[in-house]
């Protein structure tokens, strides 16, 4: 079994930072790429960044350069490190990622997080 844990999330003001982190535990065979959605009050989940097990990035316009997407291979964890945020900001944030597990048969499959919270104020 996989799991996804994130944590970091938090309330700050706006141009404040927050890093949040997630975790894969589990029969992992393999990770394809790590990142990140958000889905705020009202409105369908969003892509934010993503990063894959070779290091390539890619950002939702939104945040591109504000915020930045890395990971650490060799403990399955991937950071999201957020600054200069904003009001609009304010989602839960649910960590991604396509994972083989291990057993004979499995398949890459798309894992979700529970979510965290991050709450932005003007």
């Known amino acids: 079994q996989v799991q996804l844990v994130e944590s970091g999330g938090g309330s700050v003001q706006a141009g404040g930072s927050l890093r949040l982190t997630c975790t894969a535990s589990?029969?992992?065979?393999?990770?394809?790429?790590m990142g990140w959605y958000r889905q705020a009050p009202g409105k369908q989940r969003e892509f934010v960044a993503r990063?894959?097990?070779?290091?390539?990035?890619n950002y939702a316009d939104s945040v591109r350069g504000r915020f930045t997407i890395s990971s650490d291979n060799a403990k399955n964890v991937v950071y999201l490190q957020m600054n200069s945020l904003k009001p609009e900001d304010t989602a839960v944030y649910y960590c991604n990622s396509g994972i083989q597990s291990l057993g004979r048969g499995s398949v890459l499959r798309d894992y979700w997080g529970q979510g965290t919270q991050v709450t932005v104020s003007s």
């Open positions: 990063v894959t097990s070779g290091g390539s990035t």
């Open positions: 589990g029969s992992i065979f393999r990770i394809n790429a």
